[in-house]
Structure formats: structure tokens, C-alpha cells
């Protein structure tokens, strides 16, 4: 049974589902499905979900990098898919893929997609470690960062599908891992499996005087996943010629007024840099990226948690708990329980 | 008579004269002023006051690029001199230098100084046009702004000592030029004298409504050197891959609790660069600097507005008029009347 989630209307605030969102099935005849020259018809496993969905979640008129979702329609994701109808020689029924989806069980699509059937890591990863959030990860800490042995990081929503990947491939490279979090089991987690220097939860310390005990000799580079108070309280902490990486401003999407960055004067003091980027514009380099990063994951040299929700009419209330911080890890539904 | 404006206290807001700068005569015996190895005395003729200079009026413990003042300090800015002794082969006396000097009327120094006889061009423009402020256009438009033909900046105190610099290299490389200043009569002037392509008085306009008349395809680069509120509305208007270049912010630099940014979240969205820098850190490139602005200036491609006070015990009220834009270009003072 075809099932979706619809988009219904725009949100102010946090999307309510049934209000803004909402889960629907649908019959499909897969035995009589058309296809077109080309097309494939897939079977969705695995969903990822991801802040970024929020932001398409918005008045059509504003323009941005990622277009903004229509009313009605099926919101969607990165997901793995297996092949089960094919009218594209490049693809074979069984063969599981990574692709871009509308959070649909079934879709016919004629996609970009990534076959990951020959590669030993469990077919999920492509939606965290291998897949856009890694690769998120990969592309602003090397990109932007720049990391140089020895330096310091730090790193907001670190326990988050980017922030875990960031702050393991910065112990890598011979940084010191500052993160931070919001739930004392994640700062656990990112200490002792993680093996962060450093790491606190946000909520229930001073985040000015926590920085400073943590990042004794400053912070060199900021990988920003939430914007707002943090980045606010970071400008100060920074370091002459240091990088903020924006990744993302979720503490922001679902604020009509956003909170007002007071220190962007250190800017201009400390020779700072502040940048933007799409993962998609790094789209030439995923081979290289799955390259380095698969031979990190053979030498046990990379971990990754995931938060593994089951069955798709959950999406909706997992999609809400990761814009409010309730997940642990890399938020994927696993489409069928 | 060897003259110097002390800096004296701290200031909270904009600095009081008398206060927390004073203008003060002392004696000098230039013919027995002992010079050790090295040294050479010169007779400052012009002095530069330039924004920076404000930000070094501060708390000692805010670590910053340019180091803060100390109580009962000279204030120091960039100063055409004449050498009156010397005692270093490399300095002969009557020559002019352009060199970074202390706010005197003479000053026993052995500093980096560039010898300006040899050229052609008023030794005020070497404070402005070929100085700090125009190095400071120049690397920030090239450097950071990456400027290409057909795009369109937007520059605020665009007819400051960096500003009109920048505004005129940018028309020279085919950009669509448009300019904020605070005052109707500079206004005319940018697009009168300069060929500016827009510019409004932000004090009277609605700023978001005149960026979308004069803007109608957008804004690329942003040379900022105010910061605060029109940053912030300039931030909605920045196409993707904008880029800030973020040069001064003069609007903040005299207040406490500065204006909160709160459209920061168009970084991501856009994926625009920010970024500060310190003309310092490019002198390695001032010769190809000069050559390239000497060869414009002998072509009659640019023109530089200076605001000459006459008589330095008029630096400091001079000063102070420069933060609340009370100058018409770039402001030097004929250190004798």
C-alpha cells in the first residue's frame, strides 16, 4: 500500500500534523504501473529526514537555493529505494539505490541515483554517513573550515546526521572537538563513543562560561548547525582569522522573528569568515567523498548513530522531535516496520 | 610647536573632547633631538583620521587586530611626512613619506614608509586615494568581493575614504554601481560626479524600497562599512553566492548593545560569504597596488573627494564628525593651517 505525506498548508511556527502535514495511503497497481522510456519504478525502504525539509516548507514568493514545496504536495527526502519494474537500462530490479524521493512507499521516478548494492555497510548509511549529511559534513569542514592540525572546533547540535560526522573526521584530522548538544545522554555519548575534548548541553549550562573553560585558547573554526544565541555567544570566542561553516539555523526555522545577532562586529575585528553553502554544488566530488569516507568505515575509524524510526506514518511525529532536538542520532524511517 | 591629540579615558559612546581626547602643545629642540642608529625625525603635514581609529579607544583586555590604546597615549593614524633629520641612509631629508605615525606635529620614528616625491599626484592622496583607505578598496572589492562584470554592488558610505574608491573600480570593471549615503548634497554628488547608477539618503528613504528600485535583479556583493540595520536589509536583498565584504561598521562602533541581525539565516539560504579582513595583512601586493591606481589616476578615470580640515587642534571635533558622517569624502588634516 502507497503511502505518503502530504503537504497541506504553510507553517508559522512548528508544523502541526493534520494542519500542515499529513500521512495518506493510496492503491497502486505495481503489475499495470506505466512507465515511460527510462523510467524505473522504485520501492522506498529507507526516508531520511532532515532539517532542510523545514525550510521548503514555506511562502512559495521567497526564493531560495531548494524551491519551495506546493500545497498537496508528497514531501520529499533522500531515500533508498529498491528497483522492482525497469524501463532503464542502467537499472536493475533488486538493486538497491540512493536517490532523491518523494516520501512515497512506491514512486516512478527516472532519478540521479547511487547504487549501493555493492558496498558493505548497512543500506542506511546513505542517508546519514554516506549520504547528503555526510557529505554535508565532508564539504564544510574541508571546504570552508579548512581545518589545520592543532586548531580548535567546535560544534553546535553536534550528536545531530552532520555534527557527529564533522566532529570525528576534525579528530582525525588532529583538531580539538568541542560540542555541544541538548540532553545530557548525548554530551555521555559524544564524550565517551565519540571521544569529543570537550562537550556540553546547552540547555542546562552558561554557554559563554562553558566555552571558555572548553575552548581555553579560543575557537578556530564554528561548524553552525543552529544559528541564533550560540552563534551569538561563538563570535566572541572566536579566533583572529577564524571560519563559522552555516550549515543550519534550526533554532531559527520555526521563529517568525529570529533572534538578532549582536556581535557580527567581531567580524571586522578578528578577520572573520562566514559562509553559506549547498552540499548539491560538491555533487562532482561524492565518489572521492564515498572513497575516503568507506575506507575510514573499514578502518573502524568512524561510528555513527542513527535514530531509527519504523513505519512511514511516523515520519511526521519523527520530523517534529528532530525540529525540536528530541533525537538521538540521524533521524531515518524505515518505511516498512 | 610639536602638537598632539592625548587620548585620555575610555570612551562609552562617541568620544568627548576634552574628555577623553584632548589636543596638547609640547616643546621640541628638533636641532638637538637625539636620533639613536636608524632613526629619522620627520614633520608630519598631513594626518589621515580614519574609523578604525575608534575602535582602538577601548578596553585594553578586548583582544582585537589593532591593539588599544593606553591612557595618556598619542593617538596615532597614517600621516604624510617630511623628514627633517635623519640618521638612516634609506631617509634623506625633504623627502615625503607616507607612513603610519603618532598624531604629532613631529615624530622621532624609524617606520615602514613609503617614499611618495616621485609621484606626480597631490601627497594627500597617499591618506586616501593611494593609502590605507584605497588599498583597503581595492583588496576588499578584489579579494573578497571576486567582482564580474554585469553584477551589481551595493556600497554604503559610499562616498567615504573607501567607499567612492570602491564604487569607481567597480564601474571601471562593468558592475552596476549603487550607493548609500547620509546626506542629500553627497548624494548628487555620487551620481553627478562619480556616475554612480543609484544612490539614496538612507536617512530619508525607506531602504528596503529603494534596494528593490535600484536593485530590480538583486545585489552580489555588498561592501559594507556601516553594519547594523542596513545590513540586515541588505541581507534580503542578495542574490546567491552574494558576497558581504564586511569593511567597517562605523553605525556600531559608538553604541553599547548594537543592532541585532536577524536575517543571518539568507547565509544558508544563499549560500552568501561574509567576510572581514585587515588591509594590513595584503601589503606584500601595495606596489602592484599603486602602480594600477597611479596608471587610473594618469588616465582620468578616477577621482578622489577629500574634506581637508585645516590645523590639527581641529582633529578631534574633525574626528567625531566623521563617526556621525558629518564629512563630505575623505577627511585629512592639513596638520598646519
Not at 548509511?125 to 564544510?140: K, N, R
Amino acid at each position: 500500500m502507497p503511502s505518503s505525506i502530504i503537504y497541506k498548508a504553510i507553517p508559522d511556527g512548528y508544523p502541526i500534523i493534520g494542519e500542515h502535514m499529513e500521512f495518506v495511503t493510496r492503491e497502486i497497481d505495481i503489475e499495470n504501473f506505466p512507465l515511460v522510456d527510462g523510467e524505473i519504478l522504485v520501492k522506498n525502504q529507507y526516508l531520511s529526514l532532515d532539517p532542510y525539509i523545514r525550510s521548503k516548507m514555506r511562502n512559495p514568493e521567497i526564493k531560495a537555493n531548494l524551491s519551495a514545496y506546493k500545497i498537496g504536495e508528497v514531501l520529499d527526502g533522500y531515500g533508498i529505494s529498491i528497483v522492482v519494474k525497469s524501463n532503464n537500462k542502467n537499472y536493475q530490479v533488486g538493486d538497491y539505490y540512493y536517490t532523491h524521493v518523494p516520501a512515497n512507499a512506491v514512486s516512478g521516478i527516472e532519478c540521479l541515483a547511487k547504487e549501493i548494492s555493492k558496498y558493505k555497510v548497512h543500506e542506511s548509511y546513505f542517508l546519514g554517513l554516506l549520504g547528503m549529511p555526510g557529505m554535508t559534513a565532508y564539504v564544510g569542514l574541508n571546504k570552508i573550515g579548512k581545518p589545520v592540525k592543532g586548531e580548535t572546533i567546535f560544534i553546535s547540535s553536534a550528536l545531530g546526521a552532520v555534527g557527529q560526522v564533522v566532529g570525528q573526521l576534525a579528530k582525525i584530522k588532529g583538531l580539538r572537538v568541542i560540542g555541544s548538544a541538548g540532553d545530557d545522554s548525548k554530551i555521555k555519548y559524544l564524550n565517551e563513543e565519540l571521544n569529543f575534548d570537550g562537550a556540553f548541553n546547552y540547555k542546562t549550562c552558561n554557554i559563554d562560561e562553558k566555552l571558555k573553560e572548553l575552548c581555553p585558547n579560543g575557537i578556530d573554526i564554528y561548524f553552525d548547525n543552529v544559528g541564533g544565541e550560540i552563534l551569538d555567544v561563538v563570535l566572541n570566542h572566536l579566533n583572529n582569522n577564524g571560519r563559522v561553516v552555516s550549515c543550519g539555523m534550526i533554532s531559527i526555522y520555526n521563529f517568525k522573528t529570529p533572534y538578532g545577532i549582536k556581535n557580527l562586529f567581531q567580524v571586522i575585528k578578528k578577520r572573520l569568515l562566514i559562509q553559506g553553502f549547498i552540499t548539491s554544488d560538491h555533487y562532482q566530488e561524492i565518489d572521492l567523498f564515498i572513497k575516503e569516507m568507506g575506507e575510514l568505515i573499514e578502518q573502524g575509524k568512524l561510528k555513527y548513530k542513527e535514530d531509527i524510526v519504523k513505519g512511514i506514518q511516523n515520519a511526521p511525529e519523527a520530523f517534529l522531535n528532530m525540529l525540536t532536538g528530541k533525537n538521538f542520532g540521524k533521524v531515518v524511517v524505515k518505511i516498512f516496520k
